[in-house]
């Protein structure tokens, strides 16, 4: 069974992704949601801001050492 969040948790957590710099994996380690959903929220998040889909890009992130 999928978990449900509530818009001001997905907007925190959205902002937290931000303050990470647009680390998936960083962000997914310290809240505990899964990078899938993340990026899923990323993309509703612009596309809600009216971009279209092809202007959506991930970085990947880089390995640190």
Do not use: C
């Not at 931000?18 to 990026?39: H, M, V, Y």
């Not at 612009?46 to 640190?64: D, H, K, M, N």
């Amino acid at each position: 069974m999928s978990k449900r969040y509530s818009p001001d948790h997905k907007l925190l957590v959205l902002r937290l992704f931000a303050a990470f710099n647009g680390d998936f994996a960083a962000t997914s380690r310290f809240t505990g949601i899964p990078e899938r959903t993340l990026r899923d929220w990323v993309v509703q998040a612009r596309t809600a801001e009216g971009l279209p889909r092809s202007a959506i890009r991930f970085q990947p992130a880089t390995r640190r050492r």
